[in-house]
């Protein structure tokens, strides 16, 4: 009998598993047209929301912006089994899944194991810094290597995007001003960033292409842990940086709330959370990426970005 039992609470969880949609939001374009959707599955393809609902935005910020009625209208085009929104993944290009936030912040210094790679403290407060929008490219697009630097190097970042603006917002309510999470290569030129412009990051962080980012924003409530994801960069097939979120000095909620003190976030934003220990410029001796290099950048559960050095 006890085993009986246990089979069918094995059968129901399966069923639960199947029934639903892990909600994973791109941009993407079709037929010279932008528009939001959601992956059947990392790299699958693509419902399209729009011609589900006229109403839902073409542009994922507006998207955001929309609040819970827009999530709610893009679970029932998801839950509806209608064939017709389908569309291949082969006749679409995924865009970055933001491309027009009001802002994009930066958290340096965030991993307790980065922190060591450099023989630095702890910091004991968020270090923040930011790049420009448009920075921001998609997985798939050309990075170009700018002539103004000769110490490119890369860094894979665990991202937070955020669903519901706010001002001072306290860390037991951080995370319902969270929609989900992706992934970036936060690019840097390592002699503007360190050496030159008076040890001021913007420009060494901010030249075009220094942020690719995607391929998908995955919904917070879908991912097991955001504080326990492997995440990994490669160059060339090679592994250069391998951690786990779990190390990240911190996290959400903290990140959130000290933001929140200072500036005051908007639906569609972004925080990319930090880098893990591997960077080339603590190598020994530094390694810097070069045209022709493929660097791809990877967090479990939601997803990897490749761009090629060109």
């Known amino acids: 009998m006890r085993f009986n039992v ?46 589900f609902d006229k109403n839902i935005p073409t542009d994922m910020r507006s998207f955001l ?3 819970q009625p827009m999530i709610q209208a893009a679970k029932s085009a998801v839950e509806s089994g209608n064939s017709s929104l389908i569309l291949k993944r082969d006749s679409v290009k995924l865009l970055a899944p933001v491309t027009n936030p009001d802002k994009v912040l930066c958290v340096g210094m965030n991993y307790v194991d980065h922190c060591a790679e450099q023989n630095q403290p702890v910091p004991k407060e968020p270090v923040l810094f930011s790049k420009f929008p448009s920075t921001i ?54 002699d503007w960033q360190m050496r030159r412009n008076g040890g001021q990051y913007l420009v060494g962080k901010s030249m075009d292409c220094f942020c690719p980012l995607g ?13 326990n994801l492997g995440l990994r960069c490669r160059v060339n097939g090679v592994t250069k940086q391998d951690s786990n979120t779990k190390n990240l000095v911190f996290k959400t909620e903290s990140i959130i709330a000290f933001v929140s003190r200072l500036f005051t976030l908007k639906a569609g934003d972004i925080i990319l959370t930090g880098t893990p220990p591997g960077v080339g410029c603590f190598r020994k001796p530094p390694e810097y990426l070069k045209r022709g290099d493929v660097v791809e950048v990877e967090v479990d559960q939601i997803g990897k970005v490749v761009n090629k050095v060109v």
């Open 215 to 227: 391929p998908a924003i995955v919904m917070k409530e879908d991912l097991s842990d955001p504080h």
């Open 65 to 67: 912006e929309g609040g």
């Open 6 to 51: 246990l089979l069918d609470v094995r059968r129901i969880a399966c069923h639960l598993h199947r029934s639903f949609q892990t909600m994973r939001f791109v941009q993407f374009e079709e037929g010279g047209r932008r528009r939001v959707g959601v992956e059947k599955e990392d790299g699958g393809d693509v419902v399209d929301l729009s011609a």
């Open 137 to 190: 490219i998609a997985s798939g697009d050309d990075l170009q290597y700018p002539e103004e630097t000769q110490e490119l190097d890369w860094e894979v970042e665990m991202v937070i995007v955020i669903g519901k603006g706010g001002k001072k917002i306290s860390e037991n309510e951080a995370m319902s001003h969270v929609f989900g999470y992706t992934v970036a290569h936060d690019v840097s030129a390592r």
